[in-house]
């Protein structure tokens, strides 16, 4: 299997609102790509709707050769929501143990070590979630996402309220994945994380109006920043 995500002519509508429209695109094996868009552009429901957590009005979301959802390949993906899904009750600790479980996770201790050193939570594990910062809480779902080394992972906006040192570190984990031969699909509002993917899809409208590596968007608009890219397409 070499294509982790199969997206055909995948329409979504709200209403009278048209928010995915007739949307394509593949995500392979050992490769990182950014949707970036405005709020309200589609990104977090066209995630929604290749997760099965939508119904499509037409096309296909095909997520590892499967239609979702699909209870028998969760534990192949790793997925971090928009809004944090966590047990507040829980510590950190407790929430990150208790969605290994779900997964199946064998050696499950040292798993919980290593991703929370990755997202620097190490030290506040003990810690109930109720008493974690809005940082604290993006961390922690990140953390989540990671266990059990997923084939694929979808992260939407993971670094939102995260400083720019930890950051860094998280993206050299992705990095990591990603030649470790990890799908990941990532959504970001940070211009100069658009940057560092292998290709950016930029979601307008609920459309796709172009999808390319940076370098080549870039080239092709004739600006030297991702931001540039999408502030000049979308006056367009």
Request: glycine share 8%; no cysteine; proline share 3%.
């Amino acid at each position: 299997m070499k294509k982790l995500i199969q997206i055909t002519l995948l329409s979504k509508s709200f209403g009278d609102q048209t928010v995915l429209d007739n949307i394509d695109f593949n995500l392979e094996k050992g490769e990182i790509i950014g949707l970036i868009g405005p709020s309200g552009s589609g990104k977090s429901t066209l995630i929604k709707t290749m997760l099965g957590m939508e119904k499509a009005d037409k096309g296909e979301a095909l997520v590892l050769d499967n239609k979702m959802p699909k209870r028998e390949i969760l534990s192949n993906i790793g997925y971090m929501a928009q809004s944090d899904a966590l047990y507040e009750l829980l510590t950190g600790y407790e929430n990150i143990e208790f969605f290994g479980k779900m997964k199946g996770i064998p050696q499950l201790k040292e798993e919980i070590a290593y991703v929370a050193k990755i997202v620097d939570l190490t030290d506040h594990l003990n810690k109930s979630v109720s008493n974690y910062s809005g940082g604290m809480k993006r961390r922690l779902s990140l953390a989540i996402a990671l266990i059990g080394n997923p084939k694929l992972l979808i992260l939407d906006e993971p670094t939102v309220g995260i400083d720019p040192s930890l950051r860094r570190n998280i993206w050299k984990e992705l990095f990591k994945q990603r030649d470790n031969g990890v799908g990941i699909l990532v959504t970001t509002h940070v211009m100069d994380e658009a940057e560092l993917t292998d290709k950016v899809g930029l979601l307008l409208h609920g459309d796709i109006i172009d999808f390319d590596t940076p370098k080549n968007l870039k080239e092709k608009n004739n600006v030297t920043t991702i931001e540039e890219v999408f502030l000049k397409v979308e006056d367009k």
